[in-house]
């Protein structure tokens, strides 16, 4: 099927116009045009090879929101004409534990990438969403709820999942204190979805003229981490904190901060160890963990929560021609809150 978009070539190259053929249809594949394309912080970090060696050429994109332009023969779940999403991964081993449990992510084989890696055949690249086609098993896409603008859905693939599961994980409610660490991508679809399942919410933020925003978005707090000494006087009562920044930031300032049994949950992936003191956990009994996007059975479940409370990204729209300025704005967490490529515009 004849596809275009846009690649990287190497490194430290700009992306740039690319054709490319993804599979014809399967019989248990629905095919469709994608509309909006996010642009996750993951994508830069894979194009750049911060997290290690990548394939070349990559077309990036896991937050992809489309409409299903023709069904297999076996489709049950979708029909031509259905909102589509597709996420983080495009397919897994299907039997192992984490697979029959849904936590598809966590497949003991390793996750099939929407991108960066191969497909389930070992020799297919996987070509991503800043594309304008794509085609996929039905089990590995979900439903779109109708009363949802599809480009702020678009990043809910990624970025919404990514901190919905951790809230839903370790149980954020009324009566519990959340700290959301970055009001980027991840963080502002953190926040929204920490307020409507009632929680105390504080956003930690090293850009002071975010603010407005967060307290918009319902944040009941906001803490500027720019200044020296910004958790000298704060008490140690939250329950959560979800650490989405990507920074080398001190993470024991945040695990001072959590409550006898807290715990501060890694979300953003730096490139290098963090440092910790065993002091400082088993003190108050606290936890330090890690989330990684969530399976399928949950991504749906966001969806429609969204969907309920009428929750989508607070998006800018651009051409796929802004793709590289987009990512410079992105590194310098100068985005409101997630770039969202056109991608019927490719
Ligand atoms: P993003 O939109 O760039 O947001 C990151 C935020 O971190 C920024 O908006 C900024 O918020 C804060 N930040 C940036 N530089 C900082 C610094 N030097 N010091 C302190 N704070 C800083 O990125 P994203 O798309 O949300 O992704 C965030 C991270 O999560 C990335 O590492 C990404 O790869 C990772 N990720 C993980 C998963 C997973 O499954 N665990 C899934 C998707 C993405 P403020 O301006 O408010 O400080
Ligand atoms: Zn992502
Ligand atoms: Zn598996």
């Known amino acids: 099927m004849k596809t275009k978009g846009y690649a990287v070539l190497s490194a430290s190259a700009p992306l740039e116009p690319f054709t490319f053929e993804r599979r014809e249809l399967g019989v248990s594949d629905v095919a469709l045009d994608i509309h909006y394309a996010g642009i996750c912080h993951s994508d830069i970090h894979q194009a750049r090879e911060e997290w290690g060696p990548a394939i070349f050429p990559m077309v990036p994109g896991h937050e992809i929101a489309g409409i299903v332009t023709e069904v297999g023969s076996s489709v049950t779940k979708f029909k031509v ?21 849904g936590l598809q992510q966590y497949c003991d084989e390793g996750m099939t990438g929407t991108y960066n890696g191969y497909e389930r055949d070992g020799k297919t690249v996987a070509m991503g969403g800043y594309s304008d086609k794509f085609v996929i098993d039905e089990k590995y896409a979900v439903t779109i709820p109708a009363n949802l603008d599809l480009s702020g859905v678009a990043p809910l693939l990624c970025a919404g999942i990514t901190l919905y599961s951790p809230l839903r994980n370790w149980k954020a409610q009324k009566g519990k204190k959340v700290g959301v660490i970055g009001l980027g991508g991840l963080g502002h679809m953190g926040t929204k979805f920490a307020v409507a399942l009632g929680a105390d919410v504080t956003v930690f933020s090293h850009s002071p003229s975010k603010e407005a925003d967060a307290k918009g978005m319902g ?28 920074a080398d930031i001190d993470v024991e300032l945040y695990l001072n901060l959590l409550k006898l049994d807290g715990t501060l949950v890694l979300i953003g992936l730096p490139g290098k160890p963090y440092a910790v003191n065993a002091g400082t956990l088993l003190g108050k009994r606290r936890s330090l963990a890690g989330s990684m ?54």
């Open 219 to 246: 944040a009941h707090h906001f803490i500027s981490t720019k200044e020296e000494g910004w958790s000298k006087n704060l008490a140690s009562d939250y329950d959560l904190i979800l650490n989405t920044v990507s």
């Open 81 to 101: 004409g259905d909102r589509i999403g597709v996420g983080v991964f495009v397919d897994s081993c299907r039997k192992c534990g984490p697979c029959l449990a």
């Open 293 to 346: 996007i969530g399976g399928m059975p949950e991504l749906q479940e966001m969806l429609n929560f969204c969907g309920e409370h009428n929750i989508v990204s607070d998006v800018e729209v651009i051409e796929p021609s802004y793709i590289n300025e987009a990512y410079e704005r992105t590194v310098k967490s100068d985005v409101k809150y997630r770039f969202v490529i056109e991608a019927t515009k490719f």
